[in-house]
């Protein structure tokens, strides 16, 4: 569901950005709600592509030095940063959630959107975000120690 | 002081094995708490959104995805096979057609991982067949596989562009010099290994017609850089519609023209690299949050300040950056070090009189040096888990390697024309 919401809104960002320069090239002249839609669809398929990344663990994290420890000091280290985590998203998803309703008031200035809709994608990835991690810190809470999916780690770009 | 701080909370939870993302928000949030400083949330939580939200920011996933196009559409081996029937009558010849074709796929794919997986699965058996040792060809792939990252295309020069509000075109441009430097390098370490080990004394110059048919191979894959770099440089489209057009001609090169990627694998693939953006793009979101916190305490003027206290000379403080990112690019990744250390360097930099140009190649540089330097490193996994050799050795043939680059980036950060000369020419 998530993946499938990524993907789409990844097809919707290319074909507005090649629709842009076709455009240009074609009719030579730029589509004006382009820009604001672009944002829209882009900070959608950021939020939502981390959720799906938490989902992977596939978040960018240095896991040498806590595979190294003794196995009850990473055990509660492996705990003790997963909470915290939850706290910081928990926390995200409540103010992102307050300003979203503060700004749905106002409205984007070609496609008359509520600017609150754009920022929901903060709170909402964010809760996703949070039930994948609440799951991973059950599972290292039984004693598990959760593995990243291969396939996404080893694209990382630049590296 | 506060500097002290955030970097404590957020080394203390990265090193603990906190995901980036997280750590740097709860470290800005954390740190205005300890502090009490009067700043509303709500700041924090617009600067982490708004920092992911420009449009231009869509070349991030457009150029990852057009990279992965590229590395499954069969480029790899096809660049080889152009490069050896070019270069392979050399002594240390597969070695040096490594580091060519390690230099053209960078510029293809903009990524060192999968430029040393791509031509590492088909050099380093070879290399090996031939009697070279498997540690070297591992630490060869290991380190040619970074030169991708100077060469135009390169995503962390874009990131740091986009982050430090620099022109793209003229760092895209300043790491050609370096990245050709470094191979050069590289190629004359692999020619003396050839001679010395008797394996690989070079063979005879092949016919005419067998290059041009290799070449022909190729000549779609080059085309890319070349229109891409072609529209950026005049001005045609901007860097992020150029991203657009990338994907596209990679995904006819692919499915079409190589035929190695069907049709149905392309939604896959597409998934894979927006997701790896988000994962990136969030970090460049949460160190936009940090800096937020960081521009209005005013630590990159206060951090000048101290710096120019010990001395105002502008070699000691790129001095001090390179012996800093040295030790920086050890323990994270290039990208994410270079998201986090950028907003504090580049004000800093300017104080001291250096072009954000000229700093950001010196940063990707130096950062990138961080893949190969054991015991952890992007490039050095992927090229160790592939030879199937262990770090010591590798880390052995590693030395002179390493020595080269570090030569190389000293020059690059010490004579500004060496990345600049280009530069300033297009200005």
């Given amino acids: ?159 | 002081m506060i500097l002290a701080v955030i970097c404590v909370v957020f080394f203390g939870l990265a090193l603990l094995g906190m995901p980036l993302v997280w750590a740097l928000l709860f470290t800005s949030v954390a740190t205005i708490w300890i502090f009490g400083l009067f700043y509303p949330l709500e700041a924090i939580f617009l600067a982490y959104i708004g920092s992911v939200e420009p449009l231009h920011l869509a070349a991030i996933p457009l150029f990852i995805f057009a990279g992965e196009l590229m590395t499954h559409g069969g480029v790899g081996r096809r660049l080889i096979g152009f490069a050896s029937s070019l270069l392979s009558f050399m002594p240390g010849g597969l070695g040096v057609v490594t580091v060519s074709a390690c230099t053209m796929f960078g510029s293809v794919s903009g990524s060192a991982i999968a430029d040393s997986a791509a031509i590492g699965s088909v050099m380093i058996p070879s290399m090996a067949e031939r009697g070279y040792p498997r540690p070297f060809a591992a630490a060869l792939i290991a380190v040619a596989g970074t030169i991708g990252v100077l060469m135009p295309l390169s995503i962390p020069l874009l990131v740091y562009g986009f982050v430090g509000n620099v022109s793209i075109r003229e760092l895209l441009v300043s790491g050609v010099l370096p990245g050709f430097m470094l191979a050069l390098g590289l190629m004359l370490l692999c020619v003396r290994k050839g001679r010395q080990l008797g394996c690989d004394i070079g063979g005879p110059m092949p016919a005419r017609s067998e290059i041009w048919t290799s070449f022909k191979a190729v000549l779609p894959a080059l085309g890319l850089p070349a229109v891409i770099l072609g529209g950026i440089m005049t001005g045609t489209f901007t860097p992020t519609e150029a991203a657009s057009i990338a994907v596209i001609y990679g995904l006819v090169l692919a499915v079409w023209v190589y035929g190695e990627v069907r049709l149905q694998q392309v939604p896959k693939l597409m998934l894979n690299s927006f997701i790896t953006s988000a994962v990136v793009m969030l970090v460049v979101g949460a160190t936009g949050a940090l800096s937020w916190l960081i521009t209005v305490e005013q630590i990159p003027a206060q951090l000048a300040a101290s710096i120019q206290a010990i001395s105002a000379n502008k070699y000691v403080f790129l001095l001090l950056l390179n012996v800093a990112l040295i030790l920086v690019g050890i323990f994270l990744e290039p990208l994410p070090s270079l998201i986090l250390t950028a907003p504090l360097f580049i004000p800093t930099g300017k104080a001291f009189g250096v072009d954000p140009v000229h700093l950001g190649l010196i940063m990707v540089f130096n950062l990138v040096i961080g893949l190969y330097t054991p015991p952890v490193g992007g490039t050095l996994f992927v090229a160790a888990k592939m030879a199937n050799v262990g770090m010591v050795a590798i880390s052995r043939e590693l030395i002179p390697m390493f020595a080269v680059a570090i030569l190389v980036l000293l020059a690059v950060t010490y004579v500004e024309a060496i990345p600049m000369a280009l530069v300033w020419l297009t200005r």
């Fill in chain 1, 1 to 159: 569901m998530i993946d499938l919401s990524v993907a789409v809104l990844a097809a919707a960002l290319l074909a507005v950005m090649f629709a842009n320069v076709a455009a240009r090239a074609a009719l030579n002249a730029n589509i004006a709600w382009n820009t604001e839609f672009g944002e829209f669809v882009l900070l959608w398929a950021t939020f939502l592509g981390g959720a799906a990344a938490a989902r992977r663990r596939a978040h960018m994290r240095i896991a040498e030095f806590v595979e190294a420890m003794p196995r009850r000091i990473r055990y509660a280290v492996e705990v003790a940063t997963r909470l915290a985590v939850v706290v910081i998203l928990a926390f995200l998803v409540w103010r992102g959630f307050l300003l979203a309703l503060q700004t749905m008031d106002q409205q984007m200035t070609m496609l008359g959107w509520p600017v609150g809709v754009q920022y929901l994608a903060m709170p909402a990835g964010s809760a996703l975000a949070l039930v994948f991690v609440l799951h991973e810190t059950a599972l290292v809470v039984a004693g598990e120690q959760p593995r990243p999916d291969d396939e996404i780690t080893l694209q990382l770009p630049a590296e």
